[in-house]
């Protein structure tokens, strides 16, 4: 029997998501290398249902000090969810495309 993944965490820093809207005739697998793009999949429905979504923007947001070069765990901390008060718990720019971004249909 085949074996299939949903979602799964490559360890060469990407995240390789089975393309749902192409079962069951074919079975394709993408990479993302970045959370744009893992935000891009989940609003194109590439991967459904609340677990897989949930897994899906898990992995996006981990994308980002994986890929982040400045070395600085503290860098990275502060350049992902921010620094003060003001910016307690309010992500930045890097990780809205994730956060923000909800499954459609192209409806509406």
């Given amino acids: 029997m085949t074996s299939f993944h949903t979602i799964k965490w490559l360890d060469s820093g990407l995240v390789s998501m089975i393309d749902q809207r192409k079962l069951p005739h074919d079975v394709i697998y993408n990479e ?3 959370p744009a793009a893992v ?6 429905m590439v991967i459904r249902g609340a677990p897989a979504i949930g897994a899906a923007a898990a992995y996006g947001l981990a994308l980002v000090p994986w890929h982040d070069e400045t070395g600085s765990l503290e860098e990275v901390y502060q350049k992902t969810w921010g620094s003060g008060a ?14 923000g971004h909800r499954p459609h249909d192209g409806s509406g």
């Fill in 86 to 99: 003001d910016s307690a718990g309010v992500p930045t720019d890097c990780c809205k495309p994730v956060l």
């Fill in 32 to 34: 993302y290398q970045d």
């Fill in 39 to 44: 935000a891009g999949a989940i609003k194109d």
